[in-house]
């Protein structure tokens, strides 16, 4: 790894976990029913434009795809799930997805 990519790596690591930390903070406030309700306006809808989200199911890696901007969004793991398919089953995925 070059210097300057082991800096960036550094950096963005650092952006993350001071946001992380900050959000955190704010969960830990939010009583249970607050985050009951939350869950229930936002679960399977787009963090982006709001609309809902189709499920797909793929060797049992589960992408949430937009109805409507067409973001794909993933759960926690599936990112490591998706890095893991051979050269064969990533163009497969990536097929699912093409208009
Ligand atoms: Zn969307």
Redesign the pocket.
Known sequence: MKPSEREEEYFARMEYEKKKKLEEEKHKKLAGADKQKQKELHYMM??????E?IEIDYKGIKIDK??????VWLDAGELEQIIGLDKGGLDKFFSIFKK
């Open positions: 787009c963090p982006k434009c709001g609309m989200l937009c109805s409507e901007c067409e973001g």
